[in-house]
């Protein structure tokens, strides 16, 4: 099993910025992609921004040049810088990550965190 902790959400005004972070602990043997997704009220889960262990990122279109997503792999941890917040950014945030843990079968996963909430209103 996979912990993600995430924190970093909360309340902004419309054109300011928050930082997420989401680190993993757990008998991990390596993240390949780290992943931030997002839910608003009675939309589905979106994927927000990704990255690879190598550093190979992707971006919704509603989000390039306004987020960027970056990660520590000393440290297991994924970041999500967002400026320019809209009120539509507003969503319960929610961490990902796949790999393989460190076991005797190199099993892998794919886990997700318990969700942040950012709020973009004036």
């Known amino acids: 099993q996979v912990q993600l902790v995430e924190s970093g959400g909360g309340l902004v005004h419309p054109g300011g910025s928050l930082r997420l972070s989401c680190a993993a602990s757990g008998s991990i043997f390596s993240i390949n992609a780290m992943n931030w997704y997002r839910q608003a009220p009675g939309n589905e889960r979106e994927l927000v921004a990704g990255?690879?262990?190598?550093?190979?990122?992707n971006y919704a279109d509603s989000v390039k040049g306004r987020f960027t997503i970056s990660r520590d792999n000393a440290k297991n941890t994924v970041y999500l810088q967002m400026n320019s917040l809209k009120p539509e950014d507003t969503a319960v945030y929610y961490c990902n990550a796949r790999g393989v843990l460190r076991t005797r079968q190199y099993t892998p996963f794919n886990d997700w965190g318990q969700g942040t909430q950012v709020t973009v209103s004036s």
């Open positions: 990255i690879t262990q190598i550093g190979y990122t």
